[in-house]
């Protein structure tokens, strides 16, 4: 009954008792990325002007809209819907590859940059440990820029069918064909796709992070380079090329792997509307090349986490 | 409370040994001063402290082992330890946002009325600041963080004179109490003089000096001698010899030899405490290359 009667009002008048322990937790990370962003303002900046550059091409073909909508009605519906999604397709990949290349860049400098500016010093002086640490630089690529490249391009495709519909009542074509290719279905896609992709390219984000953290300098040359002199010294040594298939395997072998390029009747499927019924997430998850690269980006990460103990500035 | 306990402290790089077997232990409330030339050890010891070095030998930093336990230990354990390492790209209120954001024992409040007291801004990037305002800043990042242990490694290094009696100024006013306590490096050891409550001397890896600083007081004696009395004087063996504008200065250990006595040294000149830099010279500069032997009455009865 006593220690009833003084656990009960404790607990709701003092919820500090548990928070420190939850905080303690995840307010150095929250922190720790926050302060990713303040210093690597490339990561929403290049993807934003990536939109803007294509929204400024965008606009100024909008006054062919109206004559290129007129030739589409003499195409048949399958081949319409391509054409229609075209734009929007290629505004998401613009801004997907800008932040693939964002991604590379802001590894290969991660752990490497704190050292050449001493400041690693200061980090290491407040209690937020190495494993916070690399993993607050680790969630740029894998979470937070997929995450700002969906927030991007889904206005931005939505803007696009707006100024479309504008453009085509004002000409008196029709307001319908922008809003062909199916808005919800293209946005799961492309969900499914970011995520499909940041899990393939996984451990070539976590391999340039280790080298960031253990080259003392030329961090580009030192991943590059060693990749592909293996994949050289295999060709002239062998004559094949399994290591050279596996490095281009990495870089694009995801759409191969996590959707069915040709439909039931075995016509290969436009990259530019892939529909909801091509995915193929049971395959990718049980393809091998996706665990293995996982299984290598994981040991990438924790020999990062062990070898920043042991950092110090250049 | 015991804060910093070493025993058998070493640590090399390839073949150059910092430290050699270093035992050392720091009492809370202390302020010791770790005084060595370049290449002594200083720094090295301090980032075993700090747990951003590895090390053989036993250490002990408020209960943790520093290597492993380096985040825990940083709740507790402050450190400056170079000006130049304050992220150059940060603005100053990101960095008061990122501290409280990540450092539990943070006082923004106390962080933002000592920055109200400088010229610092807190829109400003750490790179438009003067080198004397990064260390302001630092300093009141510090300060602001309820810690036990302040380590400072050349924290007014490359500072003007007024930045840095304001640096130990606010440090001994606004920052030290008793339960505090703080291991400071540096070269300006005049600055330090007043301010150490413990002394110690490092060099080649070893300490050769390990004393408090009352202890300093009544051990070591300078004498400026008389020009008539130079030669009774040196039959007293002082542990150094430095001529100034034609007089004799000589430094007397009483440990070294007990036989002293203040009122004897009076009747041949001047006598005074020596300052720790003409202590220092004395201790380290007269052996040059070699291993510290030559003063076997310094070195030897200093080290302990």
Redesign the interface.
């Known amino acids: 009954m006593n220690t009833q009667s003084n656990a009960v009002p404790e607990s709701p008048l003092d919820p500090q008792g548990f928070a420190?322990a939850a905080l303690?937790a995840t307010?150095?990370m929250?922190?720790?990325v926050?302060?990713e962003l303040?210093?690597n303002r490339s990561i929403y900046i290049a993807p934003l002007v990536a939109a803007a550059v294509y929204m400024f091409g965008f606009l100024i073909s909008l006054i062919w809209l109206p004559r290129s909508m007129r030739a589409l009605a003499a195409l048949d519906p399958a081949h319409q819907r391509i054409e229609l999604a075209m734009p929007y397709a290629h505004a998401g990949m613009l801004i997907t590859v800008t932040a693939f290349i964002v991604g590379i860049f802001y590894c290969l400098d991660a752990l490497h940059g704190?050292r050449r500016?001493?400041?690693?010093?200061?980090w290491?002086?407040?209690?937020?440990?190495?494993l916070?640490t690399v993993l607050s630089k680790a969630s740029i690529p894998l979470v937070v820029l997929p995450l700002l490249v969906f927030a991007i391009t889904v206005p931005l495709q939505l803007l696009m069918r707006l100024l479309s519909t504008v453009v085509l009542l004002m000409s008196g074509v029709g307001t319908a064909t922008p809003w062909g290719p199916p808005l919800f279905e293209m946005q799961l896609v492309s969900l499914y796709g970011l995520t499909v992709l940041v899990l393939w390219h996984a451990p070539i984000y976590m391999w340039l992070l280790l080298v960031s953290g253990w080259a003392r300098r030329a961090t580009f040359l030192w991943a590059v380079l060693p990749p592909l002199a293996i994949a050289a010294v295999e060709y002239i040594a062998f004559h094949t090329s399994y290591i050279g298939s596996l490095l281009q395997d990495r870089l694009f072998g995801f759409a191969a792997a996590a959707f069915d390029l040709k439909d039931k009747a075995g016509v290969p499927v436009d990259g530019h509307f892939i529909p909801l019924t091509q995915l193929a997430p049971g395959r990718f998850l049980s393809s091998p090349s996706l665990w293995l690269g996982l299984v290598f980006a994981a040991l990438c990460l924790a020999a990062a986490v062990r070898l920043r103990?042991?950092r110090?500035?250049l | 409370m015991t804060v910093v306990e070493a025993r058998g402290l070493r640590k090399a790089f390839g073949t150059t040994i910092a430290l050699d077997g270093v035992n050392l232990r720091v009492d809370e409330g202390r302020i010791l001063g770790l005084i060595g030339p370049n290449g002594a050890g200083k720094s090295t010891a301090l980032n075993a402290i700090?747990?951003?070095?590895?090390y053989q030998g036993e250490l002990r930093v408020l209960g943790r082992d520093p290597?492993t336990e380096?985040?825990?230990?940083?709740?507790d354990v402050?450190?400056?330890?170079?000006v130049?390492?304050?992220?150059?790209?940060?603005?100053v209120s990101?960095a008061l946002?990122?501290?409280a954001?990540?450092?539990?024992r943070f006082d923004r409040a106390k962080a933002e009325g000592f920055l109200a007291k400088t010229d610092i801004r807190p829109a400003s990037k750490i790179r438009e600041l003067s080198k004397g305002m990064v260390t302001q800043l630092h300093l009141a990042l510090v300060m602001a963080i309820d810690a036990k242990l302040l380590v400072l490694d050349e924290p007014t290094l490359g500072l003007d004179l007024l930045y840095r009696k304001q640096f130990y100024d606010s440090l001994l006013n606004d920052y030290f109490d008793r339960s505090r306590t703080i291991i400071v490096t540096t070269h300006q050891v005049e600055d330090v003089q007043h301010v150490l409550t413990d002394l110690m001397f490092i060099n080649r890896g070893r300490i050769v000096l390990d004393c408090s600083m009352e202890e300093f007081e009544s051990r070591y004696l300078e004498v400026t001698v008389h020009p008539e009395h130079v030669a009774a004087a040196r039959a007293l063996r002082p542990i150094h010899e430095r001529q100034t504008l034609g007089r004799s200065i000589l430094l007397f250990d009483h440990v070294a030899n007990q036989k002293l006595d203040r009122q004897q040294l009076a009747g041949l000149g001047d006598v005074r405490t020596p300052s720790i830099a003409d202590l220092f010279v004395a201790m380290l500069a007269s052996t040059p290359g070699s291993s510290p032997g030559n003063h076997a009455g310094a070195t030897q009865g200093a080290a302990r």
């Open positions: 420190p303690s307010r150095p929250y922190w720790s926050r302060r303040w210093e704190e500016d001493r400041s690693i010093l200061f290491k002086s407040l209690p937020v440990s190495d916070t103990r042991y110090e500035p | 700090l747990g951003l070095t590895l290597w380096r985040d825990q230990l940083m709740r402050c450190f400056i330890s170079d130049a390492v304050l992220p150059r790209w940060m603005r990101q946002d990122y501290v954001g990540v450092h539990p």
